[in-house]
């Protein structure tokens, strides 16, 4: 693996597989000022790929389909990024043309996109299990940036207008920090300085994204007629990435949901209680805040047996030791996923991008998994003890 830094101090790491015929490339900029208005940032990242003074988004999607590019834009809480996978001797084209939509997208076809956006949101929002998970993040981010939600989105995106979006794209790419990934079977950073070496320099500026208010206990609900299952969703603010405790809540993860037929909830609410066909636990993180969260849809006469179940494992979970076996069990879990996750070219460019936008080292998957192989039953005690108290949000969706 090979770090450097661009003229225009852009943090760059390549990591050579050799042999593999398509080379990955992500390049990241970090998100320093919260939208005006939610949904300005997705219209946004949707208008990137539609035409730059150069083509046309019709070109533009061809010459991408001639040559087997796979070249998009992912829009993400605390940043924007340009990725693509191509052939090893397209690896020029792709970013030439990356670089070309870095600096001359014209932001075509507004209103068409915030029509099609709307709709789409729409759509979503008609399955009970978007709607509560939409509810929740309303709730346990109220009044803040990572709390637009679809809801959200549809209140406010008829105030955005093209002007809105172009400015908010130079402010970002002016003001962020970047970095880039590049893997695969090239070494090529004389190419990277000529054509991403030439955008706005990389700032590491503080950022103006608030830190969440602390959440204390709430309750949201809402009633959808044409439910035919209740769906719950039961979540705390967390140590998020970089804090002492992540390693310890991935874990926590692993045993209490994440981890199919061998998690506890899944074993105790589904196996044995018979409450659900989907029980399970996530862990979201943001670089200001993140979210332990426990998911079930029920019959809506389980709705408190089912408040109770989560309430009885978590209870277990911060006064029972967990065993060496089970935590064993666990650790493999969980590092054997980080390892899956991360095995093409395109899964390790992402992730080793995304670990030095958020301010770590583009290896930085390494110490997680270091510090997961250091984890005691007492340090997962500890944590679920500091965190799963009764300050949390539920939110329930019903018929």
């Not at 506890?264 to 196996?271: A, K, S, V, W």
């Not at 209870?315 to 969980?334: D, G, Q, Y």
Request: net charge negative; glycine share 6%; charged share 30%.
């Amino acid at each position: 693996m090979r770090e450097f830094i661009l003229k225009n101090g852009i943090k760059t790491c390549i990591k050579q597989n050799l042999d593999t015929p398509r080379v990955a490339l992500t390049l990241n900029i970090s998100i320093n000022k919260e939208e005006k208005y939610a949904g300005e940032y997705s219209l946004m990242n949707r208008l990137l790929m539609k035409g730059t003074t150069k083509y046309s988004s019709e070109e533009l999607a061809n010459i991408l389909d001639e040559n087997a590019i796979e070249l998009c834009t992912e829009m993400k809480s605390d940043y924007l990024r340009f990725r693509f996978v191509c052939l090893n001797e397209d690896f020029e084209l792709a970013l030439k043309i990356m670089s070309d939509i870095l600096l001359n997208s014209t932001f075509e076809e507004f209103e068409k996109e915030r029509v099609k956006l709307k709709g789409e949101l729409f759509a979503e929002l008609d399955s009970a299990k978007v709607k509560v998970s939409d509810l929740f993040t309303k709730t346990v981010y109220k009044g803040h940036y990572y709390g637009h939600c679809y809801t959200k989105i549809l209140e406010e995106v008829d105030k955005v207008t093209k002007e809105d979006v172009i400015n908010s794209y130079k402010t970002i790419l002016d003001t962020g920090l970047k970095t880039i990934a590049l893997v695969g079977d090239v070494d090529e950073g004389g190419l990277l300085e000529k054509y991403l070496g030439i955008i706005p320099e990389s700032k590491d500026g503080d950022s103006e994204v608030k830190v969440p208010a602390k959440v204390k206990h709430d309750y949201a609900e809402l009633i959808k007629d044409d439910a035919n299952q209740a769906q719950i969703i039961q979540g705390w603010q967390v140590a998020t990435l970089g804090d002492k405790e992540y390693a310890e809540l991935m874990l926590l993860n692993i045993i209490l949901g994440a981890s199919g037929l061998s998690s506890r909830l899944f074993l105790e609410l589904r196996e044995k209680k018979g409450l659900a066909y989907t029980v399970r636990t996530s862990y979201e993180t943001h670089k200001k805040s993140a979210v332990f969260s426990i998911y079930i849809g029920t019959e809506p006469g389980n709705i408190q047996t089912s408040i109770d179940g989560f309430k009885e494992e978590i209870e277990k979970i911060k006064t029972i030791p967990v065993s060496e076996e089970e935590l064993h069990n666990a650790k493999n879990n969980l590092i054997g996923k980080q390892q899956f996750l991360s095995e093409t070219n395109s899964q390790q460019a992402n992730i080793m991008s995304y670990y030095s936008v958020m301010g770590k080292p583009f290896n930085y998957k390494e110490t997680v998994i270091d510090m997961v192989k250091k984890i005691t039953s007492a340090d997962l005690q500890a944590c679920a003890n500091k965190y799963f108290t009764d300050d949390s949000v539920l939110a329930v969706i019903k018929p």
